[in-house]
């Protein structure tokens, strides 16, 4: 069965720590995405990757940076946290081609105090 | 650029009512489209999709047909139930380069069905 899976679900961090985020996906996908997901705002992208170590900016990469040094892990990093990035952050992944579905983990709600 | 207008909610219905959440996009070319579904405390998986006009998708009774003429995408279903309430997502899906395709959501409808 397909599986993507993330570190954390519930994460508390206080403000100016680095925080890492880290998804893994068992399918063998060659493209892995990082979302932040904030209510009345849908679901936005943050970075992604279409391969090992290359990366790709999304909508809203301020603040944020990835790190993709294996096919299937994919960590979303916030050098800073700050409080405005108390969010929902989800990971998906996915093959090749614009008509395959993305698979998605659970979600790590992060808070920022 | 793409973008995913979905109808706001909430969305309240009672227990084998009918239900319509709208959907409309933008994009150039020829997307395929997808509806998503989250549900309380979970990620997000593919409820249903189609790749190209005329297309109809269908899961769990649940039912799109992609329209070219109105770019449109609406969900539909004829009788919903308890177990359906959830946050309901509209994407499509366009090419980002290096053989890779992103989607675009639109911001999701709640919808609480009612015993």
């Known amino acids: 069965d397909v599986k993507v899976t993330q570190s954390s679900r519930y994460l508390v961090k206080r403000t100016g720590e680095k925080v890492f985020l880290e998804c893994v996906q068992d399918m063998d996908h060659e493209n892995m995405f990082w979302y932040r997901q904030d209510p009345g705002l849908g679901l936005r992208l943050i970075y992604f990757?279409?391969?090992?170590?290359?990366?790709e900016k999304g909508d809203i990469p301020e603040g944020y940076s990835v790190s993709r040094e294996k096919k299937e892990r994919f960590s979303l990093i916030l050098e800073s946290a700050s409080t405005n990035q108390t969010s929902m952050y989800l990971c998906?992944?996915?093959?090749?081609?614009?008509?395959?579905?993305?698979?998605f983990g659970p979600g790590t709600r992060l808070t920022v105090t | 650029g793409n973008s995913v207008t979905q109808m706001e909610g909430p969305v309240t219905l009672s227990e084998e009512a009918f239900l319509t959440i709208n959907c409309t996009y933008t994009a150039t070319g020829y997307p395929s489209l997808f509806w998503y579904v989250q549900y309380p405390g979970e990620g997000l998986q593919l409820l249903l999709k189609?790749?190209?006009?005329?297309d109809k998708g269908s899961n769990k009774g649940f039912e799109a047909t992609y329209r070219k003429e109105t770019t449109s995408f609406h969900l539909e279903k004829g009788s919903v139930q308890v177990s359906d309430s959830a946050v309901y997502f509209c994407a499509l899906s366009s090419y980002s380069g290096a053989g890779s395709y992103q989607l675009t959501f639109g911001k999701g409808t709640k919808l609480s069905v009612i015993p």
């Open positions: 189609a790749t190209k006009a005329d």
């Open positions: 998906a992944s996915t093959g090749q081609g614009g008509t395959y579905e993305q698979y």
């Open positions: 990757s279409y391969d090992v170590k290359m990366k």
